[in-house]
């Protein structure tokens, strides 16, 4: 769903780039207390930090990742990843929110994927309005369901489909105010929501599937999952107690912080350069959802050409290099290298001006 250049007008297009940075200055003072490791002070506040900051660079990574890998959806149209409801799980919605705004980033100034002068646009969009809505169906799901890991799936399976249909009805408004072109409004809403409903499922499955395998191996790096833990219990006597003692629960805190994410963080960079590397040669070439709405309707009869069109990596291809799997891979493993620098490097300075005020709290 990423909006290129000449869809939107340049007030309307301003007017979203004040809204995005509006979100993001926000996002970066909530981001602050979400990678200081959300409460406590002193070791315990540190040992949250030192887990949640690089995790949140891997999470920006590995949603640059996964949006390479478009997959089918219905009649030549295809459709990837948005993220924001996986990132906002993961680290939090205002990390999340950071994450989407470094992948963004980074595919319009490197891969000249998404306009420039629609960077606002699309952070609103595919940022924004997703994290807000998946996080907000997220949280009212937990409060209501049981408190178990499955409810956490459960959430995030809903929260991440509901997104996509909202990010689509969000374009639409966007374009309303502010579309180059003159086309009917309810035919457009109609189309991109109808569509963008199918890749909501798409979504659902991959933000489900992810977040459950953090859960079954690291359930304390999942920013939704706090206050989920479910205490073991054995069957004496035909019936269930906890089988863990009084006091361990208050000792339990320290042993997991204590515990290194390095495992977690090593296998999810490899996961990300093989999806991005390799498995991407494989996705789906049809239009994504936009696109398809967009030559459709004729949304796209003003498009203009990208500012980063000689961009040595536009189009998710290495210049000069001939042979297109080597191309593509190589553009992709370069694009997880540079998201996950840039986004560590970042996440890093936000957590680092957290400490000294958690220290003295």
């Known amino acids: 769903m990423h909006v290129p250049d000449g869809f939107i007008n340049a007030p309307v297009s301003a007017a979203a780039g004040v809204v995005a940075a509006g979100a993001i200055a926000v996002s970066l003072r909530g981001a602050r207390r979400e990678l200081g490791g959300g409460s406590g002070t002193g070791a315990a ?21 996964v949006q390479m890998l478009n997959f089918p959806v219905a009649a030549g149209t295809s459709g990837h990843l948005l993220g924001g409801a996986l990132a906002a799980i993961l680290v939090g919605p205002y990390t999340g929110v950071l994450c989407i705004a470094v992948v963004l980033l980074m595919q ?37 369901l049981p408190r178990t890991r499955r409810s956490v799936t459960v959430a995030s ?34 189309a991109m929501v109808g569509v963008h ?10 933000t489900t599937l992810t977040v459950g395998a953090v859960l079954a191996v690291r359930p304390d790096l999942v920013h939704g999952a706090r206050g ?7 069957r004496v006597n035909g019936e269930l107690v906890d089988a863990t003692p009084a006091a361990a629960p208050a000792a339990r805190p320290a042993a997991v912080a204590a515990r290194s994410p390095r495992k977690l963080w090593i296998t999810g ?15 789906s070439a049809s239009p994504d959802g936009l696109e398809k709405v967009a030559a459709d309707q004729g949304i796209d009869r003003k498009v203009a050409p990208h500012a980063a069109a000689d961009s040595p990596l536009a189009d998710y291809g290495v210049k000069d290099v001939s042979n297109a799997r080597l191309s593509g891979g190589l553009a992709g493993v370069i694009g997880v290298a540079a998201t996950l620098a840039v986004g560590t490097g970042a996440f890093w300075v936000v957590r680092r001006r957290r400490t000294p005020e958690a220290a003295e709290a």
């Open 197 to 206: 409903l199918l890749i909501g499922i798409g979504e659902a499955v991959i």
């Open 228 to 234: 989920l833990s479910t205490p073991l219990k054995l």
């Open 45 to 65: 506040g540190l040992a949250g930090a030192e887990r949640t900051a690089p995790l949140a660079g891997l999470v920006a990574a590995f949603v640059f990742a």
């Open 108 to 144: 319009g100034v490197l891969f000249a994927d998404g306009g420039l002068t629609a960077l606002g646009v699309n952070i609103t969009v595919m940022g924004v309005v997703t994290v807000l809505v998946a996080y907000g169906l997220f949280r009212g799901l937990v409060l209501v």
């Open 269 to 283: 960079v490899v996961t990300a350069l093989v999806l991005a590397g390799f498995v991407s040669f494989y996705a």
């Open 157 to 190: 399976f809903l929260a991440a489909l509901v997104s996509v249909p909202a990010a689509a009805t969000a374009f639409t408004a966007i374009y309303a105010l502010g579309g180059t072109t003159d086309v009917p409004i309810g035919k457009v809403l109609t």
